[in-house]
């Protein structure tokens, strides 16, 4: 059976944070360069700015519990802001 559009983007954002979580440490949680790789990988289009303190604020602002690490529920955080600021980019230029 083939799984659903929603089920396949699920099934890609589970694998993804895991293909990179599972580098250094604690494979269920990513650490500041693990976050960095998969930032840099994964949301170039998104995050093509050259501040290189971007990692540093992107993780303070996930890390809601403050073990300097991100975890998958921290992780799902940031997927979704991002896709709420695309969706609200696009509904400004009439795009979707």
């Not at 990179?20 to 604690?26: C, F, I, L, N, P």
């Not at 940031?78 to 896709?83: E, F, P, R, S």
Request: aromatic share 8%; with cysteine.
């Amino acid at each position: 059976i083939m799984p659903s559009q929603l089920e396949g983007a699920m099934d890609t954002l589970i694998r993804v944070f895991h293909h990179y979580s599972g580098k250094e440490g604690d494979k269920y949680k990513l650490n500041k360069g693990e976050l960095k790789q998969l930032l840099t990988s994964e949301l170039t289009d998104f995050l093509c700015q050259k501040d290189p303190q971007l990692v540093d604020k992107i993780m303070q602002d996930l890390d809601i519990n403050r073990d300097n690490e991100v975890d998958f529920n921290e992780f799902v955080v940031l997927v979704a802001a991002l896709t709420v600021a695309c969706n609200d980019f696009f509904e400004e230029k009439g795009c979707s």
